[in-house]
């Protein structure tokens, strides 16, 4: 007997026991019962009942007797649990452990503590509830049932991920493969754990996928309170994506099942998540209703982790209702039902819960005292977002409040303290976008310390933040959208095998043909919902009702976005394609608008040749036809139609055939147009990307690069440098590696400040404007003319010998000096400027030895030497490995502009000789 079973399995034992009677039901009964009891309580009772009873008057083995006794006690228990009834949950539990001890039946103790588990879960005893789970872990091993214990150790990872994920995850990836395919069994809490491990790293797309897949794992194997809890969590998951009407939809499903069973601990969960997902939506007094119902429902176990959740959510509701008093109550309880639970950074929430109350009602000493616990355990289990959220408590509370741990200090300044070191902690989470509104905070603080050049670059980063969280929250959008759509597919795939199980299983054809069907519809289905091209769908679905079905015409309409009209999107009358047209969806004539409207099937059989009956102009008679809706759950996308010439064509089979393919076709419609909503929201992320990207890279004055556009692409030009020297070291009479140098030019305008001085910033912009020309003028399209600040600007020539850089410097030179500057249409100014140089790689015999950062310093004490000697000049700093750069440096000099930089020079070469370097000038 398994610890759980699937519902294939289920319908067998059900077959089976209707074909028995009295004794020999009983190895039918049983396991039956034991299947049944979360799926059904009342059934698992009922069998569990009978069972005794026929045990009485078959005991003639007392083990076997004694096994199957105890078992029935222990569904007993389980029913007990799940009715809330823990002291009669434990009571039969432990009974039934006992029972089994004695026989030495390991698995079925393993089931026992594994019971116990789930009971000291709701008690609120974590210690024996871990306690219990680890020797059922281990009987079951001692069993030999390898699923039994890969489900036990599932659940203890779920259970662990809460506490610690960093360590879940790699607990997981240390006991399950990653590529092993698990049964429904295990899947429902290991799908669960690796979703909240998700959850807890902010991959909140990846942990709606796997808390769906858990809730339909656990469903499918009778787990139900483990299936209603992933619902929950799948609603708390939608919630932080930002997708509130997901996330109340599954918190729903969660409810409702819950509600079916009356199980008071499911029921309460799923009212607390389903009051949270209200209180996010700002419906509170309808999330107050359901709150306080989970709360009064908890009253018999005040211990739960989730009575503590509860009170701290009201405590949340509490807050945004204005209503410190009541706030602070709640959270003042829920701190106090923690603690046994050993979950710290909750009770860091609930102690910052109490310190915002606090905070609100004026009591600052127990604000300041509350939230500095709250932060030093936060700190303690180096959990940054709560660091983060309490240090922004303490920013406010300094506003009113200027006491700090070590100093007074003004509010301002206090309120800026705490808030940078929120900020500090922001930045060193990997792949987090800062929040707008702490940079904003900033901003302000900074703006009420006269210190307005900070304020107004932390006011440019929140715009940025706001415009990156946009983007996040579309890309969370789509995540949203692509799972539910595709949990949407999935349940309505399931949903419809299910309908044509049970049409098949009703019919009085043979067994064989039903069989067929099933399997033919399932592959159509399959392949028809894999296509997200609309017209592909109409041709699939036009190809396999004429495999299936008589039908001279076939036909879909489909619903007008405004609603109130219907659009032949594809007809097909014996091979020839319709002629499309619209109707209203109230036409009193149409059968197509009255399918929609009512949303049921409509079967019209006709006499030959009447008069009653309306045909479209240039169509055939038809005699049968059948019309069905196109539905998404309540959702209305069309209607769909085949006619034959044939009188009564469509009887029960056809008309299931074609209401299986229409909710097929339903579904792939739907993917289509939401996959088609998807393309079109990635292309604009992808176009906003660009447009970002772009922007980042690009001085927005001059147009020119900026130095991340260098950083992001100078490192491809250097390994091509490189590796040109390295060949030709390798073989030097095949390579001049001379051609492949890089030269960097730092140029910097000379007497800029007195253009601002003079004739104002804005004739400084035009300048810098210009330069931009200029410096274009004398480089080719392929280098980098880089803004490096203010107005110096960085040249790459990325192909350019190392003779040839003094003439290109030159070059630069005369080409700022020989043209004035416009400032106005009467106004101009002549300007001049300095450039400092150096080549890549500096030392030609030792390539690697320095970086090309290292060679744009170089190239900036080129520029100081000049700007140190008089301007207008060009300086470059280069290595001779033999010192003959006499000749070279004594041309050079004699030319006049050069000529104040000699003692610079000088002083630089002594500098550089200790490197064993000669500089040389041109």
Known sequence: MDLYALDEEIFALETKLSLLESTPRLAVLIPLAWYLRQRNCQRALALGEEARELLQHARNDDTWYRRNLARIGLIHGEVHWLNGELESAEQCAMDALKEFEQINDLLAVGDSFFLLTSIYRDFGQI?????????????????????????????????????????????????????????NTVLAWLASAKAIVCNKIGDMGESCRLHIQAHRAAYESGQIRQAILAATNAGDSFATLGDLDAALEWDEIALATARSNHWPSSLATALLQTGNALRLLERYDDAKEKLVESLNIQKKIPGSRTFAHTLCYLGDLSLDLNLPNEALGFFEVAAEKIIEHKEPIFLSDCWRGQAIAYCRLGDYPKTSDKI?????????????????????????????????????????????????????????????????????????NYAQLSDFESAYQFSKRAAQAKEDRRLNEARNRATAMQVRYDNERHRADAEHHRRIAQAEATRATSLQESSNTLETLGLIGREITANLNVDTVFEALHKHVNELLEANSFGICLLEPNGQELQLAFGMENGVPLEHFKTTIDHPVSAFARCAREREEIVIERESGSQDHYVVPGTIETLSLLYMPLLIGERLLGAMSIQSIHAHQYGERERSILRTLAAYGAIALDNASAYKQLQATLTTLRETQNQLEEVSITDPLTGLRNRRFLLQHIEADVARVLRAYDDHLQTPQEHNPSDEDMVFFMVDIDHFKSINDTYGHACGDLVLVQMR????????????????????????????????????????????????????????????????????????????????????????????????????????????????????????????HHAANAGSIQILSQKVQQMDDVISAS
Request: hydrophobic content about 40%; charged content about 25%; overall charge neutral.
């Open 773 to 896: 020309h200029r410096l274009q003028s004398v480089f080719r399209e392929s280098d980098y003319l880089i803004r490096w600040g203010g107005e110096e600007f960085l040249v790459v020539a990325r192909t350019c010998n190392r003779k040839d850089a003094p003439l290109v410097a030159e070059r630069i030179r005369k080409t700022i000096a020989s043209t004035p500057f416009l400032l106005t249409n009467e106004v101009e100014t002549s300007r001049t400027c300095s450039v400092g140089y150096a080549s890549f790689p500096f030392l030609p015999h030792q390539p690697h030895l320095l970086t090309w950062a290292q060679v744009v310093n170089f190239a900036d004490q080129g520029l100081y030497m000049v700007k140190k000697s008089g301007r207008n000049a060009c300086i470059g700093i280069a290595h001779t490995a033999e010192r003959q750069s006499e000749e070279f440096y004594n041309r050079v000099m004699r030319q006049p």
């Open 372 to 444: 500095h616990a709250a932060l030093e355990v936060a700190r303690q289990h180096e959990n940054i977002d709560e660091q983060i959220k309490c240090l922004r408590v303490l920013a406010e509370l300094s506003r009113n409040y200027l006491h700090s741990p070590t100093e007074i200090v003004t509010a301002p300044n206090l309120a800026l303290h705490y808030l940078l070191q929120a900020l500090t902690l922001c930045t060193s989470i990997r792949g987090i976008t800062v929040p707008a509104d702490l940079l904003d905070e900033i901003a302000n």
């Open 127 to 183: 210690k024996k509830r871990d306690q219990y789970l680890r020797m059922a872990i281990e009987n079951y091993g001692f069993g030999g049932d390898i699923e039994r214990q890969q489900i036990a150790l599932a659940r203890s990872l779920h259970n662990g991920a809460i506490r610690d994920p960093k360590f879940t995850a790699a607990e997981i990836y240390r006991h399950f493969n990653v590529t092993e395919i698990y049964p």
